[in-house]
């Protein structure tokens, strides 16, 4: 399909090791944004950039961080402090702000801590 | 603060029966809302939004702000319409807020 790629599909961890999860886009998107998904509490959003060089937090920010060094790249770090990462993380991106801009999005990665 | 309510987890229909899928939203601007969709094994993806009143794979959803719904309708469900529908509505910066979504069955 394209468009937006995460890696991997599947994580493994042990407790206490920071994970990161990848994501990249070759649709010249500015804007880039992670969910998680949880049964039953649809797509929360965690964090979400506009623009490279910046990001903002989103509703469940606390204990994840991320970085936007490159328009195409938007990595999600899963830190120790994250009380309950075990989770289904989205990728989604779109052309940023305005009308009629929808959001595209990953495949996701299962994170699962051991 | 936005928030969007889809008080149906699981929703069964047999093929050929309508079917509608409720969302009901909060907002305090004026609303962008959309359809995204969940097929088995593919990724979510966008089936509809309100601004462009359109009618997608047969589906449509009308915005109704006295009662603050943009339910997503049907009139003759398919077996392939089985998925996962989410209703979301946009806040600032492009951000979405999603529902914690329907699961629809359509039983053949």
């Known amino acids: 399909d394209g468009g937006i790629t995460q890696s991997p599909k599947y994580l493994f961890r042990k407790e206490g090791q920071n994970v990161t999860l990848s994501c990249e886009q070759n649709l010249n998107h500015d804007a880039m944004y992670w969910y998680r998904q949880d049964p039953g509490q649809g797509l929360r959003l965690i964090y979400y950039s506009q623009i490279v060089n910046d990001f903002q937090k989103g509703d469940i920010a606390e204990g994840y961080s991320v970085s936007r060094e490159k328009k195409e790249s938007f990595p999600l770090t899963v830190t120790s402090a994250q009380k309950n990462p075990t989770a289904f993380y989205l990728c989604?991106?779109?052309?940023?702000?305005?009308?009629?801009?929808?959001?595209?999005f990953g495949d996701g990665t299962r994170l699962s801590i051991l | 603060a936005q928030r969007v309510t889809q008080p149906e987890k699981l929703l069964s229909v047999f093929k050929g029966a309508p079917v509608e899928l409720k969302c009901n939203y909060s907002?305090?601007?004026?609303?962008?809302l959309f359809w995204y969709v969940q097929y088995s094994r593919q990724r979510l993806q966008l089936l509809l939004r309100h601004i462009s009143r359109e009618s997608i794979k047969g589906f449509t959803a009308d915005l109704n702000k006295g009662e603050t719904s943009f339910h997503l309708k049907k009139p003759f469900a398919q077996e392939e319409d089985s998925a996962m529908y989410y209703c979301a509505i946009r806040g600032g910066a492009n951000n979405l807020f999603f529902g914690t979504g329907t699961r629809l069955t359509v039983i053949p």
């Open positions: 907002y305090s601007g004026s609303p962008e």
């Open positions: 989604a991106s779109s052309k940023g702000q305005g009308n009629n801009q929808p959001q595209h």
